[in-house]
């Protein structure tokens, strides 16, 4: 696939799973800009986030909706299907993913101002913006049939005191809502290896 402006792949690893029936599950890694690598801890604070939402309107975290669409379309065909996005603020790539047909979505994010951003991209989109922790989803099991998300996991992994503990947690509830033989595609620059081993580690994904 194609990466766009100055990110570079740098590692990924497909695996389909499961408990019951397989669950799918892509992890890939692309670099982020020197500044972001530079002062990782701010971009684990809620603060960070609730100032970049309101200073930045839009923007495609690490890619783009058309470098991740050949990805996305090959782990999910079926547009019907219910998508869980976690940690969605401005990405306006999740606009896109719903303009290309994938419309049966549902978004959350954990700074206020992330979920105002969110409603006001989706405009009159039929889409649910929840404001929501990721280590504890208000969703019913296996209530979804994929999730993406770009760049959530790296803002937990960098932000908690004990970063596996809450990486795994927030690993552990998105295995939660995501029905046995959905698919969960993970897009992330800095926690590559840790999220990977977090995914291993709940025992429903290979």
Same mark, same amino acid.
């Given at each position: 696939?194609?990466?766009?402006?100055?990110?570079?792949?740098?590692?990924?690893?497909?695996?389909?799973?499961?408990?019951?029936?397989?669950?799918?599950?892509?992890?890939?890694?692309?670099?982020?800009?020197?500044?972001?690598?530079?002062?990782?801890?701010?971009?684990?604070?809620?603060?960070?986030?609730?100032?970049?939402?309101?200073?930045?309107?839009?923007?495609?975290?690490?890619?783009?909706?058309?470098?991740?669409?050949?990805?996305?379309?090959?782990?999910?065909?079926?547009?019907?299907?219910?998508?869980?996005?976690?940690?969605?603020?401005?990405?306006?790539?999740?606009?896109?993913?719903?303009?290309? =047909?994938?419309?049966? &979505?549902?978004?959350?994010?954990? /700074?206020?101002?992330?979920? !105002?951003? +969110?409603?006001?991209?989706? $405009? #009159?989109?039929?889409?649910?913006?929840?404001?929501?922790?990721?280590?504890?989803?208000?969703?019913?099991?296996?209530?979804?049939?994929?999730?993406?998300?770009?760049?959530?996991?790296?803002?937990?992994?960098?932000?908690?005191?004990?970063?596996?503990?809450?990486?795994?947690?927030?690993?552990?509830?998105?295995?939660?809502?995501?029905?046995? =033989?959905?698919?969960? &595609?993970?897009?992330?620059?800095? /926690?590559?290896?840790?999220? !990977?081993? +977090?995914?291993?580690?709940? $025992? #429903?994904?290979?």
């Amino acid at each position: 696939a194609r990466r766009g402006g100055a990110e570079k792949p740098l590692e990924g690893a497909a695996a389909t799973s499961g408990v019951d029936e397989p669950r799918g599950s892509m992890l890939t890694g692309v670099s982020i800009a020197t500044a972001a690598v530079s002062r990782p801890p701010s971009f684990g604070r809620r603060s960070t986030w609730e100032s970049a939402y309101v200073e930045q309107a839009e923007f495609s975290w690490y890619c783009g909706w058309a470098d991740l669409e050949p990805f996305w379309a090959e782990l999910c065909p079926t547009k019907s299907h219910r998508v869980l996005l976690p940690g969605v603020g401005n990405d306006k790539s999740m606009v896109d993913m719903f303009d290309a =047909g994938w419309s049966n &979505l549902a978004a959350f994010d954990y /700074a206020e101002a992330g979920v !105002a951003r +969110a409603r006001e991209l989706f $405009g #009159a989109r039929p889409v649910d913006v929840r404001l929501a922790d990721a280590r504890d989803l208000p969703y019913a099991t296996a209530s979804f049939d994929a999730a993406l998300e770009k760049g959530a996991l790296d803002s937990i992994q960098l932000g908690q005191r004990d970063r596996l503990e809450g990486l795994r947690q927030a690993v552990d509830e998105l295995t939660r809502v995501v029905r046995p =033989g959905g698919v969960l &595609l993970s897009v992330t620059a800095v /926690a590559t290896d840790r999220i !990977a081993a +977090a995914v291993d580690a709940t $025992g #429903a994904w290979t």
